[in-house]
């Protein structure tokens, strides 16, 4: 089956600590994109990438860092320096010649 | 910024009844737009995608797009309960970024 695969689908952590939250797509898609979304509210871009050992800023970066060592795959890091972490994080894809992007399960982090 | 506009409802409908999901955007060089539907706890899923002006029709859905006023919308023919959930537009620019609206609530009563 072909499709954007996060995990895990709940995380929990400790003020302070950094966390590691994972996407993988099996669409051989070369754009990657993280998304948080707060109740009630759209999505924010975080990061995006277009092709692998490239990425970009998107509209709220601080406190987060990604990678994109393989084009399946494009984990993100919360950071200890993110205020406030607690949200429902999206992993998308796109190809880069078609337009339409699709999205994985997302994972909800909650941070105490 | 790049801003797409959305009234966040909810739109209550009958069961059966047209619902028409609107969304405005700020970008004027946007040539890409997409409605998406998530329901609670979810992720988003594709339902279109539009890419001219004028309509696109798929099954019950239709999408509408007028790159003059700026404007998309999503019009959902005989709404089931099942329709029920938030409808986000989003647009994409010409640096494959993609913005979101912040939804709209639908609520298809049966």
């Known amino acids: 089956d072909g499709g954007i695969t996060q995990s895990p689908k709940y995380l929990f952590r400790k003020e302070g600590q950094n966390v590691t939250l994972s996407c993988e797509q099996n669409l051989n898609h070369d754009a990657m994109y993280w998304y948080r979304q707060d109740p009630g509210q759209g999505l924010r871009l975080i990061y995006y990438s277009q092709i692998v050992n490239d990425f970009q800023k998107g509209d709220i970066a601080e406190g987060y860092s990604v990678s994109r060592e393989k084009k399946e795959s494009f984990p993100l890091t919360v950071t200890s320096a993110q205020k406030n972490p607690t949200a429902f994080y999206l992993c998308?894809?796109?190809?880069?010649?078609?337009?339409?992007?699709?999205f994985g399960p997302g994972t909800r982090l909650t941070v105490t | 910024q790049k801003e797409v506009e959305q009234n966040s409802g909810p739109l209550s409908v009958p069961e059966g009844a047209i619902a028409s999901l609107n969304c405005t955007y700020s970008?004027?060089?946007?040539?890409?737009f997409f409605w998406y539907r998530q329901y609670s706890g979810k992720s988003p899923e594709l339902i279109m995608s539009i890419y001219s002006n004028g309509d696109k029709e798929d099954g019950r859905f239709t999408a509408q797009l007028n790159k003059a006023s700026q404007y998309v919308s999503l019009l959902i023919r005989d709404s089931q309960p099942s329709d029920s959930a938030t409808y986000l537009c989003a647009v994409k620019d010409n640096f494959n970024k993609f913005y979101f609206g912040s939804g709209t609530k639908l609520n298809v009563k049966p």
């Open positions: 998308a894809s796109s190809p880069q010649v078609d337009y339409e992007q699709y």
């Open positions: 970008d004027r060089g946007s040539q890409s």
